[in-house]
Each structure stands twice: as C-alpha cells, then as structure tokens.
C-alpha cells in the first residue's frame, strides 16, 4: 500500500496543482459563467474522463513516447489550439436572446466532450501524470495497486475543484446578472459580456496551448 506520509505529499501537491490558474479551472467557469451550472458540471464531468484516460495513458508509455517524439507533442498542441479557436468562433457566432433560451444551445453532449476533448488534446495533461505519479509509489510493492489508487484519488480531487469552479462561476454571473438587470431592465448585454468573455478565454488558452 501507499505510505501515508507519500499520500498526504500527494494530495497536497494534487492541491496546488489544481488551485492555480489554468486551462481546465478557466474553460470551466467559462462555460459556467456563460452557458450556467449544468453546462460547466458536464463540461467538468468530460475534464474528470479525460484526466482518467491521461492516467492510462502515461500508465501504458505514451507521455514517454510523446517526450522522445517532440514533434507528436507540437502536432496535438496545433490540434487542441484549432479546436479551441473552433469552440470561440462558434460561441462568437451565437446570436444573442433577449430570454435565458441561449443557455439550451449547448446539450449536454456538446458541453462533456468540450470538456474531455479540451483536456485530452492538451499533452501537458499527460507528461503531468506521467512525471508526478511514479513519484510517489512506494518501492517494494505492487506497483499496480497503487497506480490506479493515485490514479482515481487525482481524477476526484481534480473534479472536486472543477465543481467548486463551476459553482463559484455561476454564483458570481448571477449575481452580475441581477445588478444588470435591476439597472437595465435586460438580459441583451449580459449576454453579450458573457459570450465576448468565452471568446477570450478560448483565444488565450488556444494561444497558451500554441506557444506551450
């Protein structure tokens, strides 16, 4: 088993991975701020079953072979920036609603593979999970037991955080929204704000993932 004093390093290390700024905590309050809680849960829902694939992934060697390969990485950081400037283009082309219907134009399916695609296509994800997992087996076990609990202990607490996120999110886009609308009397620049906003965020994370 896991030694304790490894695991509870783990889990803070886990902590301030996932308390600091980044693509999955900004594309979730942003899908949350602009589309509503539903959305950014199944938006963190697909980020929590890509980070389980990364797990696999960097269990079965393809961190190592992106690594040893620079030019795989390059290929799926240009995929996932296309992808992402794909997802601002079509929010930007979303027309605006005078009612709360715009939040129905993303399912549920559109919203959990935005998410998983998003994450997956960001190698990042994977070196990570690669580089930080063997770091904390405990040698002379099993190595395999405890791959799948670091595993599945960084899928829930990353998507404990994602939750929060969208929580936190969507609190603070109503609460702007009922300043705007006591003062306005309409809905039109909220959504306009809160599409405008989605656009940058999709833009930088897709120029971030580029520059990497």
Same mark, same amino acid.
């Given at each position: ?43 963190? *829902? %697909? ?8 797990? +696999? #992934?960097?269990? &079965?060697?393809?961190?190592? @072979? !992106? ?27 979303t027309p605006l609603r005078m009612d709360q219907t ?36 405990? *040698? %002379? ?8 609990? +670091? #595993?599945?202990? &960084?899928?829930?607490?990353? @998507? !404990? ?38 656009v940058f965020v999709f833009g930088g994370m897709a ?6």
């Amino acid at each position: 088993m896991i030694e304790p004093t490894l695991l509870s390093l783990y889990i803070t290390a886990l902590i301030a991975v996932y308390i600091s700024p980044g693509p999955d905590m900004a594309l979730v309050m942003a899908i949350s701020a602009g589309k509503g809680r539903s959305a950014g849960l199944n938006t963190a *829902s %697909g980020i929590a079953a890509a980070r389980a694939l990364h797990v +696999l #992934g960097s269990g &079965l060697g393809l961190a190592a @072979l !992106i690594m040893a390969h620079p030019y795989l990485e390059n290929f799926i950081r240009v995929v996932g920036a296309i992808f992402l400037l794909y997802w601002g283009w079509k929010i930007f082309q979303t027309p605006l609603r005078m009612d709360q219907t715009s939040k129905a134009i993303s399912n549920v399916k559109s919203n959990i593979s935005r998410g998983f695609i998003t994450n997956l296509l960001n190698p990042k994800a994977l070196i990570f999970c690669s580089m930080l997992l063997p770091q904390f087996i405990s *040698s %002379g076990e099993n190595p395999l037991p405890q791959f799948i609990i +670091l #595993g599945g202990i &960084l899928v829930c607490v990353g @998507l !404990i955080f994602d939750i929060s996120y969208v929580f936190l999110a969507d609190g603070m886009a109503q609460r702007m929204g009922n300043k705007i609308c006591e003062r306005t009397q309409s809905l039109f620049y909220l959504e306009k704000i809160r599409n405008w906003l989605m656009v940058f965020v999709f833009g930088g994370m897709a120029i971030r993932l580029l520059l990497g």
